[in-house]
């Protein structure tokens, strides 16, 4: 199994076994086996989009980095040889110079063998993201990027030793982006196709017994790169919604997806069936309440909120922004019947959520669970602010009490987008929402009795 030979020859003839038992109830308390699995297995992930810590949401507080690595964890008491890779966006979307320094101390402690540079990697900055790569020893990678001098912005690929096997693996980014405005790294580096940066890489790696393509690309864009560039092995799919059950093969290729937002695990199991043939058995695990987090990893992100709650947290271009912040009860005058629905709303309720959740002084949690902290006239506390602990009539009317008399139209049919709602319910803080099925519960009459819309 260990020689070059042995996987290569048994391409044409990989089999793959879905074995979809959970980890977490399969390995619980006191089950563990006394000796170690010797089969190898690659660990793959991608989307934490900087998340250290689940949200203490009690309906389903899955993902973040702890409960990754917890899981992880697990895994390395019970497996000889294991190899952990991340397709991109470790590090979260809106850029937060205190958080993006304790996630990369925390893939530090974590010992990953590889991380794809995805979009949020490269919004760090090439200075940054070298920066972070020489002072925590991080493997980020991606072979697909060059800067302004046309040398690599990061490493295109690293090579493990893993059960006798010499195992290669290379990342690409797509080199085309739909997002609008376009994000400014891609203004300033150079984007190859993935395409040809990943034959370069196969060549580069042809004396690797397995090689390993982080493919930060929608599955569409990872499917034609599992097809038409021979000689990759597994391709790990690093952006888009998509969740592969069963792996897919791609010719010879295994084509793998643990889908956004960091919820899910992959696990592929390296072992071989009575005739001898190379198979992959797979399993995924979605990382609900039931899997135990990282104690190492939750003191950092102790450590996280204990230097950034004094500080004002990022600004969300998305959240509506009043001329004044103002409390429900300065809307409640003339708009009684709607401040009595909006009481009955969780929305009356959003700090005292996060309270009982004990992410009160998390900056981040703050910035959806209450209205304007650290902007002027913000919310600063429950003691001096408490009007302001909820999120009020101005998170989707954004005026103030005057309107009337200052003749600013609050517009009665306003329309309550998904994309308003979903800058704080995005598939990170709410993986659950529903934009039609909660939308209903917060809408209330108008002023003419009529329902809005």
Not at 244 to 260: F, M
Not at 389 to 396: E, I, K, L, P, S
Not at 398 to 404: G, I, L, Q, R, S
Request: charged content about 25%; aromatic content about 6%.
């Amino acid at each position: 199994m260990g020689t070059k030979p042995g996987i290569p020859a048994a391409r044409g003839a990989l089999l793959l076994g879905a074995a979809f038992l959970s980890l977490a109830s399969a390995l619980g308390p006191g089950c563990e086996p006394q000796a170690k699995d010797p089969r190898p297995v690659l660990l793959y992930a991608c989307d934490n989009q900087g998340v250290l810590a689940a949200c203490g949401c009690p309906s389903n507080p899955t993902g973040g980095f702890a409960k990754r690595q917890g899981l992880i964890e697990r895994y390395r008491r019970t497996r000889e040889h294991v190899l952990v890779v991340d397709a991109g966006n470790l590090f979260p979307y809106y850029r937060h110079a205190i958080k993006e320094k304790y996630v990369a101390m925390a893939a530090k402690r974590a010992a990953w063998d590889a991380i794809a540079a995805g979009e949020q990697e490269l919004d760090l900055g090439v200075e940054r993201l070298r920066e972070f790569r020489k002072t925590y020893g991080l493997p980020i990678i991606c072979a697909n990027v060059r800067d302004g001098d046309g040398d690599f912005v990061v490493p295109p690929h690293v090579i493990r030793d893993v059960a006798g096997m010499r195992i290669g693996i290379f990342a690409v980014i797509a080199e085309e982006t739909y997002e609008w405005p376009q994000p400014k790294w891609r203004k300033r580096l150079k984007v190859e196709p993935a395409l040809d940066a990943a034959r370069r890489e196969v060549r580069a790696l042809a004396e690797c017994d397995l090689v390993v393509a982080l493919s930060h690309q929608s599955i569409d864009a990872s499917r034609r790169l599992a097809r038409e560039v021979p000689g990759i092995h597994i391709v790990v799919v690093g952006k888009g919604r998509a969740i592969l059950r069963e792996p897919e093969t791609v010719g010879d290729t295994l084509l793998v997806a643990s889908g956004e937002a960091g919820h899910v695990l992959g696990a592929l199991t390296l072992d071989r069936d009575e005739q001898g043939r190379v198979r992959f058995l797979s399993d995924l695990t979605t990382l609900s309440a039931r899997i135990p987090e990282a104690t190492w990893a939750l003191d950092l992100y102790g450590q996280y909120v204990k230097e950034s709650k004094d500080k004002p947290p990022p600004d969300w271009d998305e959240t509506p922004i009043p001329p004044r912040y103002e409390p429900a009860e300065a809307c409640k005058e003339c708009h009684e019947p709607q401040y009595a629905h909006w009481l009955t709303t969780k929305h009356a309720h959003a700090y005292a959520s996060i309270k009982r959740a004990g992410r009160h002084e998390d900056p981040e949690c703050l910035l959806c669970h209450t209205m304007g902290p650290g902007r002027k006239g913000g919310f600063v506390s429950m003691a001096g602010t408490a009007g302001l602990g909820r999120v009020t009539c101005q998170a989707c009317h954004v005026v103030t009490a005057d309107h009337e008399e200052k003749k600013v139209k609050c517009d009665p049919d306003i329309y309550i987008s998904s994309r308003l709602c979903m800058s704080c319910h995005g598939p990170v803080q709410s993986p659950e929402f529903d934009y039609f099925v909660y939308k209903p519960k917060i809408v209330h009459t108008r002023d003419d009795g009529n329902r809005k819309q």
